[in-house]
């Protein structure tokens, strides 16, 4: 199955995370199709220099033409590169979300000195209004919020509550894996300890399972884990160090206009997007 992913791709010199997940997690490369996309504006970013939109759009192309020339030093298929340089309109954070719009992508990818979409970006009430928009029109791609990992990870950590967040990221990770078989997935659930109930717990897990396997992976893939106690994003982030996952996985909570209103806030996975700073985030919304 091709997967189509959206590589977003700055001028920033260290920001390169992004590339660098996808080359070396993604070991079939013949079924990947990517766009490299850089929003750019008529100035200089690192010297405040006004330019002309005709020079800075062929700044920002020669920057695609190198990272795509990287990738395929990694062995991506030149004919399945598309190059997207795209004048900013009004916010870089919109102005993404607006190219989401235009295709089904399979993921959108973000480097963590990615001057594109901040952490503040995603907080910003404005742009979950435009994720709200996305998802009327049918489809929200997951998030993969990089990290330069700096020692070989492998695995997925994937974080199941129950909700349907995270029924659709088991099921989207199983979908990746099948075609990755380095990889293996280790679902965690955890419980509060006032409100533990074993068999819930474990129908939560069960569930989840089942997801991965009906979207391919085979269960010998697939290992999990309860665990009991407060300050779910501490425990995760934990758990990512000491297994030495590449990849933590998870739905935010909730859906609907009132969660968007201002995402991640007060939620698990808000608190492990700000720390987690040794794996990469896929965020299902």
């Known amino acids: 199955m091709e997967r189509h992913l959206l590589l977003a791709v700055g001028t920033h010199p260290h920001a390169t995370s992004g590339q660098n997940f996808v080359s070396d997690f993604l070991t079939k490369k013949d079924n990947i199709k990517l766009t490299l996309l850089t929003i750019y504006t008529a100035y200089d970013e690192y010297s405040a220099v006004a330019l002309t939109t005709h020079i800075a759009e062929k700044k920002a192309l ?7 020339k990287t990738l395929e030093a990694k062995g ?28 089904q992508f399979d993921a959108v990818i973000l480097s963590r000195r990615e001057r594109i979409l901040t952490l503040e970006d995603f907080l910003d009430t404005s742009v979950c209004t435009e994720l709200l928009k996305t998802e009327k029109k049918g ?7 990089c990290r330069q990992l700096t ?5 997925v950590l994937l ?4 909700s349907n967040p995270s029924m659709r990221i088991a099921e989207y990770v199983g979908g990746i894996l099948q075609e990755i078989p380095e990889q293996d997935v280790c679902v965690l659930h955890i419980t509060d300890p006032a409100k533990a109930d074993s068999s819930d717990a474990e129908s939560v897990v069960q569930q989840t399972v089942e997801k ?6 085979d269960q010998s893939r697939i290992s999990s884990k309860i665990l009991e106690g407060r300050g779910a994003a501490r425990i995760i982030i934990d758990q990512a160090t000491q297994g030495d996952f590449a990849v933590v996985a998870m739905g935010t909570a909730g859906t609907g206009q009132k969660t968007f209103s201002k995402l991640f806030t007060g939620s698990v996975a808000r608190n492990v997007f700000k720390e987690l700073t040794e794996a990469v985030l896929w965020a299902s919304f």
Do not use: Y
């Open 76 to 103: 991506f298929d030149h004919k399945k590169i598309t190059l997207r340089p795209i004048l900013v309109q009004g916010s870089r954070a919109r102005t993404l979300m607006h190219e989401i719009n235009k295709e």
């Open 139 to 145: 489809h929200i791609p997951p998030f993969w919020l």
């Open 159 to 162: 974080c199941t509550d129950g």
């Open 151 to 155: 020692e070989k990870k492998k695995g």
């Open 212 to 217: 991965i396997t009906a979207a391919g992976l």
């Open 62 to 68: 020669a920057v695609l033409n190198e990272v795509r």
